[in-house]
């Protein structure tokens, strides 16, 4: 896989390991379609974008896969690393839906330091003055669904990662009259108050940007209605320890859902 060119890299790393940052960019897998009948293949972009659909660069993830229909591992036939976005081709031989998945990607290691107070990226040297230092990465899952004739639920309980956007609602199923229900988890369990950010792609084409904050009731669920039909990206972060042995203080994880709403 191509490596993220070095500023834009530099750029991620760093706003990523500041403790209660945003990262603005966010990695996305766009299908060229939702819904098929005979197609017997779908072409699917993988980048990183600030806005969408507009790619800036490649998610060079090591681990991109399909679930397939029946809830089982595929691959993708062809993976092809562009300069701003990697273009992905998998067969739909069978009847049902494809979970398709840029699988667990690690990001490059940061180091954030506490002074004055404020937590702050370290590029070199450490400051003399800093109270605490602390070591992070992060980790993110980009998934997308494609269903065939209709839609099949085992690739969408297929569990990828700590930090999990799953469904209730089937992804293949969501129309203007169909709200989006769905559960975050993490580590399997509910996360409760937990912020998803949601954008409708093509907003450089409307008069206001359709952006907007959703949270999780004390269950953990969530349930979202759409004014407008359109390609969506559905978004969550969450920063915690890292898992024993990983080699860092914390991870700050990102998963984001790209899907479609009909009229």
């Known amino acids: 896989m191509t490596r993220l060119p ?19 960019h966010t990695s996305y897998l766009l299908p060229k379609f939702f819904a098929g009948n005979t197609e017997k293949m779908v072409t699917v972009e993988s980048a990183f974008g600030e806005k969408f659909f507009r790619p800036e660069v490649p998610v060079d993830a090591s681990d991109y896969h399909v679930i397939l229909p029946d809830g089982s591992r595929g691959s993708f036939q062809s993976i092809t690393p562009l300069k701003q976005m990697v273009v992905l081709e998998s067969a739909l031989d069978a009847e049902g839906t494809y979970r398709f998945t840029t699988g667990v990607r690690l990001g490059r290691v940061g180091k954030s330091a506490l002074v004055g107070g404020k937590w702050q990226p370290v590029h070199g040297e450490v400051p003399k003055d800093a109270a605490q230092v602390r070591t992070s990465q992060t980790e993110t899952v980009a998934d997308a669904y494609v269903s065939k004739k209709q839609p099949t639920r085992a690739p969408v309980d297929v569990a990828i990662g700590r930090l999990r956007i799953q469904p209730v609602t089937h992804p293949s199923e969501l129309y203007l009259d169909t709200p989006f229900t769905l559960n975050v988890l993490f580590d399997g369990k509910p996360m409760a108050a937990q912020e998803l950010e949601l954008d409708r792609g093509g907003a450089d084409y409307e008069e206001a940007v359709s952006h907007r904050q959703v949270r999780t009731d004390a269950q953990g669920k969530a349930v979202i209605k759409f004014d407008r039909p359109g390609t969506y990206v559905l978004m969550t972060r969450h920063r915690a320890e ?14 984001s859902l790209t899907f479609q709403v009909e009229e």
Do not use: M, W
């Not at 834009?8 to 790393?13: D, M, P, R, T």
């Not at 890292?242 to 998963?255: F, I, K, L, Q």
């Open 6 to 24: 070095v500023r834009l890299a530099a750029l991620l790393c760093a706003v990523s390991i500041a403790p209660g940052a945003a990262l603005a």
């Open 242 to 255: 890292a898992p024993a042995g990983s080699g860092t203080d914390e991870r700050s994880y990102t998963t």
